[in-house]
């Protein structure tokens, strides 16, 4: 594809419900980051991947977000037991070389995440 | 992390340039600055990036000072898609992803 593809682009949840979000990345961009972001706020980085493996998980917020990437091209973000104050647009990026200095990473529509 | 300060909002007419500040006072000699923005319901988009010398591409200019403790993004005639939210971004080390600030929301008037 063209660009980042996030899937879906909204999706409503009861609280307490789990939900799974994807990411289909540029293909061959080695790199991989996951970002949420609430009204008026900028996106707040939650993870990245280098492959298969998460370099930096140091953003999720808790142990009820999880992501995978395992085979090193589409991503899922988990969220279990999902609560009202996740609700935000969960934004992906992804780039060719890891991330930092000299890089430019291409981000998704986001996905817009409800929870009722 | 190394921080930076933008102004919240900054107004603009059309077809006029905009001088959009960011400064970056503990900046260090191997930080990018990067800039970047994001309209309206997108997802945010790469701007230009650079090092210390000034920088030129498609979309904007991107002017350095001497010290690196400041830079400002340039659009050379705003047009009212030029509306969004600006960010501008130190990247610190290889490996560390791109955290975000809450940037400077450009209007553009017509």
């Known amino acids: 594809g063209a660009g980042v593809s996030q899937t879906p682009s909204n999706k409503v949840t009861e609280k307490g419900k789990y939900v799974e979000l994807r990411c289909d990345p540029i293909s061959g961009h080695t790199a991989l980051y996951w970002y949420r972001q609430s009204l008026g706020q900028g996106p707040e980085f939650l993870i990245y991947?280098?492959?298969?493996?998460?370099?930096?998980d140091s953003g999720l917020p808790n142990d009820r977000f999880f992501a995978v990437r395992p085979e090193g091209s589409v991503s899922t973000l988990k969220i279990q037991r999902t609560e009202r104050g996740d609700s935000a647009v969960y934004l992906c990026a992804s780039s060719l070389a890891p991330p930092g200095m000299n890089t430019e990473a291409f981000f998704g529509q986001g996905t817009r995440l409800t929870v009722v | 992390d190394a921080k930076t300060t933008q102004p919240n909002s900054m107004e603009s007419n059309e077809e006029e340039p905009v001088h959009l500040p960011c400064n970056h006072s503990?900046?260090?000699?191997?930080?990018?600055i990067h800039w970047y923005r994001q309209l309206p319901s997108q997802g945010p988009e790469y701007v230009i990036h650079g090092l210390t010398s000034n920088v030129n591409n498609r979309m904007a200019s991107l002017a350095i000072a001497e010290d690196r403790k400041s830079s400002t993004l340039i659009l050379h005639r705003a047009t009212l898609r030029d509306a969004a939210v600006y960010y501008c971004?130190?990247?610190?080390?290889?490996?560390?992803?791109?955290?975000f600030g809450k940037g400077t929301t450009l209007s553009v008037s017509s």
């Open positions: 503990t900046i260090s000699g191997t930080d990018y």
């Open positions: 991947f280098q492959g298969t493996g998460a370099a930096d």
């Open positions: 971004i130190l990247s610190r080390q290889a490996g560390t992803a791109l955290i």
